[in-house]
């Protein structure tokens, strides 16, 4: 069982896995002639995968006709191989990953849980990948956007009609900014968010992990305090640098961070990443 699902608008079901709070989403054409099953970063375990299965199965397409990847992280695409027959769309960097690196991450987890999937994992081919700037749900649109900065193959996904915003990896409750492709692209997502929310009059937002934002008062908290972490610590490091510190003494330095008013003490290692990115070096997810 999933630790939860939630069906925070008609047509829309959040499951969120016992693994790291993921959340999959099953997004169903409540239009006039629904046409297309979306199912969003299918995980983890393969009986919540199953329970997505049932959800798709359940709605009037009688299957999952798209697959999202909100972006290529390994926690998020593990369960495309599970929905034959339907057609995967994720950021076009999506297809150039590492395919090895993301099958070893899985199987290195699954040997760790004891968890054992029906056929060995596979990333998906980069022919399987698909962009489209939109998807007609029959009657409806729902709309893409390039969301880089987490990663550079972060992808928006956003239901007008139904006001949700599915933003991958951003704007969480439970997690802070990890940033392994760029500060500033990640700031500019961020203002995107806020565009959007605008322009569509988004009330929910369904983060990668953690709670759903249920108003746009708490969605503007996540945006604005997000930035806020990315202003100070770009900031902060500039001065690291202007006083001459080399990146371990940045990272002392700027050990006693916050983030949204809390000691940054529980993030410290991915806080340290943020600052090493920052310093120019390679981090890894
Ligand atoms: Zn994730």
Same mark, same amino acid.
């Given at each position: 069982m999933s630790k939860c699902t939630l069906q925070p608008a008609p047509g829309v079901w959040v499951q969120t896995s016992n693994l790291w709070? =993921?959340?999959? *989403? *099953? =997004?169903a054409g409540t239009g006039p002639e %629904? +046409?297309?099953t979306v199912v969003v970063d299918p995980a983890w375990f393969p009986e919540e995968i199953a329970e997505l299965q049932a959800l798709a199965a359940a709605t009037p397409a009688g #299957?999952?006709?798209h697959v999202?990847? +909100?972006? $290529?992280? &390994?926690?998020?695409?593990? $369960?495309?191989?599970?929905?034959p027959g339907s057609t995967l769309i994720a950021h076009p960097r999506a297809a150039r990953r590492d395919a090895a690196a993301t099958e070893q991450h899985i199987a290195a987890?699954?040997?760790?849980?004891? +968890? *054992? #999937?029906p056929r060995p &994992? #596979?990333?998906a081919p980069a022919a399987a990948f698909t962009s489209p700037a939109s998807l007609d749900l029959g009657g409806e649109t729902i709309l893409f956007f390039p969301a880089p900065g987490h990663q550079a193959d972060g992808l928006f996904a956003v239901l007008p009609q139904r006001h949700l915003l599915v933003a991958g990896d951003y704007l969480s409750d439970e997690e802070f900014p990890f940033i392994y492709d760029s500060l500033a692209h990640y700031r500019s997502t961020l203002l995107l968010a806020r565009e959007l929310c605008q322009k569509y009059g988004i009330e929910q937002e369904i983060p990668g992990h953690?709670? =759903?934002a249920a108003s746009s008062a708490e969605i503007e908290y996540r945006i604005r305090t997000d930035l806020d972490y990315l202003d100070r610590l770009e900031a902060a490091v500039a001065q690291a640098k202007v006083d001459g510190l080399d990146v371990r003494q940045a990272i002392d330095r700027l050990q006693? /961070? +916050? /983030? #949204? $008013?809390? %000691?940054i003490s529980g993030l410290a290692a991915a806080h340290a990443d943020n600052i090493r990115l920052l310093y120019g070096e390679k981090v890894e997810e």
């Open positions: 709070d =993921i959340n999959s *989403v *099953v =997004i %629904p +046409t297309a #299957r999952a006709t999202l990847f +909100t972006h $290529g992280d &390994y926690d998020h695409v593990v $369960g495309w191989q599970d929905f987890l699954d040997r760790r849980n004891g +968890t *054992v #999937r &994992y #596979r990333y953690g709670h =759903i006693d /961070f +916050t /983030f #949204r $008013g809390e %000691p």
